[in-house]
């Protein structure tokens, strides 16, 4: 089993949509969590952390089950500009190492 | 004003040379990164440095030498360069809370190698 999982895709929708992606994660003992967004031949750059409480930014939203071991991010009333790769991110205890998901690729169409 | 920087950012080389990638941070932070993400996009962490000092070596090949001469500062140095070694190396930074890293980081803009 991978140490993070997370479903390639492509997801492709149309604008205005919600879509929703899912990571579990392998190691009960992990202390934080992220998701990253990376564009095309770029850097990742940070979409959010995520709390045990849940936690929303503007058409984001994230969630943490701890119990499964599984983290998701809901994005709403999708934009052209949200396609992209997005990354989940694990860090283990201790903090000094971070485990990134394979990524999951998002098309938005007009 | 750049917050973490790599240079090059395209490297082309031929197998068996030596190269080294550069990367500086002007965040102020304690950790720094070095990532690989190959042409599947899987980016994986090999090496973690704190403060100059190794805390992390993700089973990296020795031909792999990361040096911190300073703690905003963290270069790869990599020898006798295969063609398997191909992909983009991503520096990364991060902030220290009672000695360790915590939330998030800071990538580079990335170094593209290519290895003939």
């Known amino acids: 089993r991978k140490e993070v999982e997370q479903d390639p895709g492509p997801f492709n929708v149309p604008e205005g949509a919600t879509v929703a992606f899912n990571c579990t994660y392998s190691?009960?003992?992990?202390?934080?969590f992220f998701w990253y967004r990376q564009d095309c031949r770029k850097e990742p750059k940070l979409l959010m952390s995520?709390?045990?409480s849940g936690n929303e930014d503007g058409r984001f939203t994230a969630q943490l089950n701890r119990a499964s071991q599984y983290i998701s991010l809901l994005i709403r009333d999708s934009k052209l500009s949200d396609s992209a790769t997005y990354l989940c991110?694990?860090?283990?205890?201790?903090?000094?190492?971070?485990?990134f998901g394979a990524g999951t690729r998002l098309f938005v169409k007009a | 004003d750049t917050a973490v920087s790599q240079t090059p950012k395209y490297l082309v080389t031929q197998m068996g040379n030596d190269k080294s990638i550069k990367c500086e941070q002007n965040?102020?932070?304690?950790?720094m990164y070095w990532y690989k993400q190959d042409s599947k996009k899987f980016l994986k962490i090999m090496f973690s440095?704190?403060?100059?000092?190794?805390?992390i070596n993700e089973t990296v090949p020795n031909r792999f030498s990361p040096k911190s001469p300073d703690k905003a500062h963290l270069n790869l140095h990599i020898n006798s360069l295969e063609l398997g070694d191909s992909a983009v190396y991503f520096c990364?930074?991060?902030?220290?809370?009672?000695?360790?890293?915590?939330?998030?980081?800071?990538f580079g803009p990335g170094t593209r190698l290519t290895v003939l």
């Open positions: 965040l102020g932070h304690d950790t």
């Open positions: 995520v709390y045990s």
């Open positions: 991110a694990v860090m283990e205890a201790g903090g000094f190492k971070t485990i």
């Open positions: 190691n009960s003992a992990s202390q934080s």
């Open positions: 990364a930074s991060s902030q220290d809370r009672g000695g360790a890293p915590y939330n998030e980081q800071f």
């Open positions: 440095y704190n403060n100059k000092e190794l805390i």
